[in-house]
């Protein structure tokens, strides 16, 4: 019996038949290993629509149905197609905020920030763009795509016509939402003329771009309700992609609700007759179960999730969802992000490096004694891929649990992603062949009696106590401690130290455990090392915390039994002394790598390898990667 049978139930969409209720939708380049995921229907990434003015990452972006682009297109299709899954393609028209050479059409006139020249489209360019959208829609039938994806939303040209926050013509195609719904309603006629009328639409639309005077979703629900009999289901997500401060509504972070496009999926649902779909944020195989048997939604897409586990369906269906690798939401997949510099992914780390990581773990050609000394997830993941190549394994952790330091993360409110990451990986242990030896301190002489023929150090970090007088009272902890004993702080807390865990700490006890949080941080901003959507995301949570102060650019010079005395250089030029009251101090200024422990284990084997927090405090996504690819090498 099926554990999901609503999840892997089929679903007709016009006349096609689909084998589950699983989207995985147009991210990242290798949808293959969707598709042999077990999805039912695999967007293959998108097509522009009007070659030179519609992409969004360059204006020499070829045209996938160019003479010299088909092989490769029809390529697209079969490697789909050999998973099972149907193959869609995403139809894209970036409109203003599209890279082109010379001009970019959108629905008004107005110069960008980049200093691009937008050109409001009459209907001579109008209709040109609908022939564009025409041939595109025909050409994807011709090769041999099941069915389109329109993207309507998060802020791309269909979505500009529809929004009053870029529309703001006072023609046929502005004003009223009847106008504004005129062009994309023709978008939608022209495609159905193009595909005919059995060949299925999908389309994607924002019900909230969350941005002030945007469109409302009772105006995108009326349009949906206008088009519904032009498109065969429809699937609602949220944001937009050019504006930082939506985007993070579009993608969102572990500070987000999880599903947060679900009320809004519900209420179309109630409206039209085709089946609905939603995208974000849907976590688990339960969660999906639960919408479609509920009835909130007809399908569940997924993005990051298959970013994180190509093979999550699969897993889903054989019953085992706790190897399932959990997106954790950290948003690193997202090249914006970083701005590419750090695009990769938390817990699968062959994403975005697929052309030297293998799909598989291939098995070693000579099985050798590995030793792995630290259970945190560095440790986990070396010993399950030296396991897996075939190695015998042997993991020494000091503590009880396995974990390390995410054995405290995962208490956070916030971090609801690590406690399932870390189960997880404990699960993948526990299925393994490892050796797990909890409870025993590894010193180089109980290392070196076990004869390993290749030794893995991933003995972590501890966090750091500044040299300041009066750190070590009774009333002050660190940041671990402060997590363990959060029912025994008191009302006024000063936290020393403005990091990611500084942060996400000061907003808990600030906002879920209504406490009076001061965060005292020495540079000019909080979580400086985390990435900028991130960044976004966390002041949009500060904001609301009406009972969290921050202070920036602030030292703490001391602590006494009643205050503690800092000097700040906030909104003046030289320094102001000022004491805060407390009823407990919480420390949370860095780690720092066990560098030393880590390297009195050199000398036992000559393979031997440093991996993790102990070479330096670094982001899960690296300790997972060294784990990996380190093992994989030996």
Not at 536 to 565: P, R
Not at 588 to 604: C, D, K, N, V, Y
Request: glycine content about 8%; proline content about 5%; some cysteine.
């Amino acid at each position: 019996m099926l554990m999901y049978k609503h999840l892997f139930s089929p679903i007709r969409i016009n006349r096609l038949t689909i084998k589950n209720r699983i989207v995985a939708a147009p991210t990242g380049d290798y949808f293959d290993e969707k598709a042999r995921g077990g999805a039912g229907i695999v967007v293959a990434g998108h097509a522009i629509v009007e070659p030179g003015v519609s992409s969004f990452s360059s204006a020499d972006e070829p045209y996938i149905f160019s003479k010299y682009k088909y092989e490769d297109t029809r390529r697209k299709v079969l490697q789909i197609h050999q998973g099972g899954a149907k193959a869609s393609i995403e139809l894209f028209h970036g409109g203003q905020d599209a890279r082109v050479v010379d001009f970019a059409k959108g629905p008004c006139t107005l110069k960008r920030k980049d200093g691009t020249q937008v050109v409001g489209m009459n209907e001579e360019m109008m209709e040109e763009t609908l022939n564009w959208y025409y041939k595109t829609a025909k050409e994807a039938k011709e090769i041999g795509f099941d069915m389109l994806f329109m993207h309507f939303g998060h802020g791309w040209l269909p979505a500009q016509f529809l929004s009053p926050l870029f529309n703001h013509r006072t023609d046929d195609y502005g004003g009223s939402l009847e106008n504004r719904m005129r062009f994309p309603k023709m978008i939608l006629e022209r495609v159905r003329d193009a595909v005919g009328p059995f060949f299925p639409i999908d389309m994607r639309i924002s019900a909230s771009e969350w941005v002030p005077d945007s469109i409302e979703f009772n105006d995108v629900l009326q349009f949906i309700e206008k088009v519904a009999p032009l498109i065969d289901t429809v699937q609602i997500s949220a944001g937009m992609d050019m504006n930082r401060q939506a985007n993070v509504h579009t993608v969102t972070t572990n500070l987000e609700e999880y599903m947060p496009n679900v009320k809004w999926a519900k209420e179309v649902k109630k409206h039209i007759d085709i089946p609905v779909s939603v995208v974000g944020a849907v976590p688990t195989p339960d969660a999906a179960e639960r919408l479609i048997a509920e009835g909130s939604v007809d399908m569940v897409s997924f993005g990051r999730a298959f970013i994180a586990d190509p093979d999550w369906p699969k897993k889903a269906m054989l019953g085992h969802p706790e190897d399932i690798s959990p997106c954790v939401r950290c948003v690193y997949c997202y090249h914006i992000a970083t701005n590419h510099k750090n695009v990769g992914c938390t817990v699968n780390p062959r994403y975005n490096h697929e052309k030297f990581i293998p799909e598989v773990v291939p098995r070693a050609n000579t099985k050798k004694k590995v030793v792995v000394i630290g259970g945190g997830p560095a440790g986990m993941r070396a010993a399950v891929t030296a396991s897996t190549a075939g190695h015998q394994v042997i993991l020494f952790e000091k503590s009880n649990q396995l974990g390390g330091k995410m054995c405290f993360i995962e208490k956070e409110h916030y971090k609801d992603e690590i406690k399932r990451l870390l189960i997880h990986m404990k699960a993948q242990v526990d299925k393994s062949n490892v050796d797990v030896r909890l409870g025993v301190t590894a010193t180089p002489r109980k290392i070196k009696a076990e004869k390993p023929d290749s030794i893995i150090i991933a003995v972590g970090s501890y966090e750091a106590i500044p040299p300041i007088s009066g750190i070590k009272g009774p009333k002050v902890m660190t940041g671990t401690q402060a997590l363990v004993n959060e029912d025994k702080l008191g009302e006024n807390i000063v936290l020393l130290g403005g990091g990611t865990v500084g942060t996400e700490l000061g907003l808990e006890l600030s906002t879920i455990n209504k406490k009076n949080v001061t965060i005292v941080e020495m540079g000019s901003e909080l979580a400086p090392q985390a990435n900028e959507l991130y960044k976004i995301a966390m002041k949009q949570k500060l904001v609301k915390a009406t009972t969290l102060a921050i202070m920036l650019e602030t030292t703490c010079v001391g602590i006494t039994k009643e205050a503690v005395k800092v000097n700040t250089k906030e909104n003046t030029k030289e320094n102001t002394e000022k004491e805060l009251q407390y009823d407990n101090v919480i420390v949370s200024t860095g780690m720092r790598p066990e560098q030393e422990l880590a390297e009195s284990f050199f000398g036992i084997a000559a393979d031997t390898n440093m991996i993790g927090d102990c070479v330096q405090p670094r982001l899960i996504m690296d300790a997972i990667f060294e784990g990996h690819t380190v093992a994989m090498s030996i």
